[in-house]
Nanobody, 127 residues
Framework: QVQLVESGGGLVQAGGSLRLSCAAS????????MGWFRQAPGKEQEFVAA????????YYADSVKGRFTISRDNGKNTVYLRMNSLKPEDTAVYFC????????????????????WGQGTQVTVSS
């Protein structure tokens, strides 16, 4: 069974930065693409960023492109989301997720591409 545990959320002023971490259990972490999604109050969950199994390819939602950076350390079974220039509209619960299929992700912005999810970490950006 795979477990994903997010950390690093908190309260930050607009313009500030945070780095989220997602620690994964299991020996095959490095075989799978990973993603970050978020859900704001009263809104549907939306794609934020994804990274290929090797880290060689990254994908971003237009709303975060240029401000957020996804990375991974396969030696530590951890994926990161560095968030800069935060805006109040970035306020949400952030979830990490593991890709359903080893090495391949065709639609990294789609929930059905992921099968294991963390419990989420709250990010609040004040204006």
């Amino acid at each position: 069974q795979v477990q994903l545990v997010e950390s690093g959320g908190g309260l930050v002023q607009a313009g500030g930065s945070l780095r989220l971490s997602c620690a994964a259990s299991g020996r095959t972490f490095s075989d799978y693409p990973m993603g970050w999604f978020r859900q704001a109050p009263g809104k549907e969950q939306e794609f934020v960023a994804a990274i290929s199994w090797s880290g060689g390819s990254t994908y971003y939602a237009d709303s975060v492109k240029g401000r957020f950076t996804i990375s991974r350390d396969n030696g530590k079974n951890t994926v990161y989301l560095r968030m800069n220039s935060l805006k109040p509209e970035d306020t949400a619960v952030y979830f990490c997720a593991r890709g359903r299929v080893p090495t391949i992700v065709r639609r990294p912005d789609q929930r059905y591409e992921y099968d294991y999810w963390g419990q989420g970490t709250q990010v609040t950006v004040s204006s």
